[in-house]
């Protein structure tokens, strides 16, 4: 994820220059200022600052899934370590753990798994090796309260990013919504009973930027110009940022 546009990246495999992020051909938007100095600029790679991206998919009435994008790694890399696999704990919720070969993985993008469909806070990833250098440990998962994905391509919102007006969003929560307000369309598309909650998807659009959109966008997701998007209309509650990730 660009710390500039909050754009996903990709991650080169080395052969030619050192190994960094570049913004993919394809983006919609090529304003990123990172774009404007290219590969002169050193960036320097620490998994444990980045995180995974998660999507959403197969979306109903009452069900849905959820699914873990691993980065690219060179095959050289893959090829060299001793177990050739990837195990994926969903953290909280469930017991179950997902398995992976390295034969699943595409050669040169992200590759998307399956971790489930019962939302789960945190994501642990269990590699051997090199591979501690490309993946993190830990990966953020979803937000009680409320977690926003795209709703064109399914990935989620990291935290703080920002969003369109007019552009549509799916809101997963474990609470149910609601918005007095006519510049925000809101409509529920998916309500799921999982373990002891209920958890709700719903499509979302702010129309408009006005004082009142603001006004009731004000609590959990940032919005353009920094204006923050209230997930219930139930708790009065500031916003808190999530808890830090602890890494080994």
């Not at 007006?165 to 409509?187: G, M, N, Q, T, V």
């Amino acid at each position: 994820m660009c710390e500039l546009c909050g754009q996903y990246v990709i991650l080169t495999d080395g052969d030619k220059n050192i190994r960094h992020f570049r913004h993919k051909i394809s983006e919609k938007s090529k304003d990123c200022p990172e774009r404007t100095f290219g590969s002169s600029v050193h960036m320097t790679y620490d998994a444990r600052e980045y995180e995974l991206p998660i999507r959403i998919c197969n979306i109903a009435d009452n069900q849905f899934d959820l699914e873990l994008g691993l980065l690219y790694i060179p095959r050289s890399v893959l090829q060299a370590q001793e177990i050739q696999q990837v195990i994926i704990q969903p953290l909280g919720n469930e017991d179950t753990s997902y398995v992976y070969s390295f034969e699943r993985l595409n050669l040169e993008t992200i590759t998307y798994v399956y971790i489930g469909n019962i939302p789960a806070p945190k994501y642990q990833l269990s590699v051997e090796g090199e591979l501690k250098n490309f993946w993190p440990k830990y990966v953020r998962g979803i937000d009680r309260s409320g977690s926003i994905f795209v709703q064109k391509t399914g990935k989620k919102l990291p935290y703080g990013a920002d969003v369109q007006i007019e552009s549509s969003y799916f809101l997963l929560s474990a609470k149910r919504i609601c918005f007095d307000s006519s510049d925000i369309e809101i409509e529920k598309i998916c309500e799921k009973k999982i373990l002891k909650d209920i958890w709700y998807i719903y499509k979302v659009k702010a129309t408009a930027f006005t004082e009142l959109v603001s006004n009731k966008f004000s609590k959990k997701i940032t919005l353009p110009y920094g204006f923050m998007v209230s997930l219930s209309c139930q708790t009065k509650e500031r916003y808190k940022p999530p808890e830090e990730l602890s890494y080994v």
